[in-house]
């Protein structure tokens, strides 16, 4: 977990039930969350709706998180799976949009194509630049965890990951 994370005893007084703590924790996670969600949504709507129902789910059950150190990867995957159940309905045809806000046909498609090339040139890439490029821009992690867990120095993750994103924005200009 990245040094921004909230810090494990906050995370440890959270899992005991300390109100304050259970706050503190939401409040310090909440820009990581966001930036997961708008990485992974449709649409910026779907975004905060996503990070607001894994904050949720934190508040509810921080009881059950298993390991302390554990708190970004399963924020992570209440996000995608939210934002996952989301993308569902919304190709279904399912009512996810209240009446107060209404989408045009037209920008959903827009935003659901948009979504899907930079999903399919992310896929494009070598596994190892798209690996470094994930953990860091679409997960958050920093540069040193990213590096340590693909076992790189900081200058090789660098390299990759400027690698990636360069391609990335090559496949999307080219498109």
Same mark, same amino acid.
């Not at 906050?10 to 007084?13: C, K, S």
């Not at 037209?106 to 827009?110: A, I, K, Y």
């Given at each position: 977990? !990245? *040094?921004?994370? @909230?810090?494990?005893s906050?995370?440890?007084?959270a899992q005991g039930?300390?109100? +304050?703590?259970i706050?503190?924790l939401?409040?310090? +996670?909440? @820009?990581?969350?966001?930036?997961?969600?708008?990485s992974l949504?449709?649409?910026p709507?779907d975004a905060?709706? +996503?990070a607001?129902e894994?904050?949720? %789910?934190?508040?509810?059950k921080i009881?059950?998180?298993?390991?302390? !150190?554990?708190?970004?990867?399963?924020?992570?995957r209440? %996000?995608r799976?939210?934002?996952?159940?989301?993308a =569902?309905?919304a190709?279904?045809?399912?009512?996810?949009v !209240?009446?107060? *806000?209404?989408?045009?046909a037209?920008?959903?498609?827009?935003q659901?194509l948009?979504?899907?090339?930079?999903?399919?040139?992310?896929?494009?890439? @070598?596994a190892?630049?798209r =690996?470094v490029?994930?953990?860091?821009? %679409?997960q958050g992690?920093?540069g040193?965890a990213?590096?340590?867990?693909? !076992?790189l120095?900081? @200058?090789a993750?660098?390299?990759?990951?400027?690698?990636a994103?360069?391609?990335?924005?090559?496949?999307?200009?080219?498109?």
């Open positions: 977990m !990245g *040094a921004d994370w @909230p810090r494990e906050l995370i440890v007084a039930g300390d109100e +304050s703590a706050a503190a939401v409040s310090g +996670s909440h @820009p990581h969350v966001q930036r997961f969600a708008r949504c449709a649409s709507e905060e709706d +996503s607001q894994a904050l949720i %789910v934190l508040y509810r009881g059950t998180l298993r390991a302390s !150190g554990a708190l970004a990867s399963w924020m992570f209440i %996000v799976n939210e934002c996952l159940r989301r =569902r309905r190709f279904r045809g399912d009512d996810l !209240g009446a107060e *806000a209404v989408v045009s037209e920008d959903d498609v827009l659901r948009e979504a899907q090339r930079v999903a399919s040139a992310i896929a494009e890439l @070598p190892e630049q =690996r490029l994930i953990m860091r821009d %679409v992690y920093s040193r990213v590096a340590d867990a693909l !076992g120095s900081m @200058p993750m660098k390299s990759r990951l400027h690698r994103r360069a391609t990335v924005r090559e496949l999307l200009l080219s498109r």
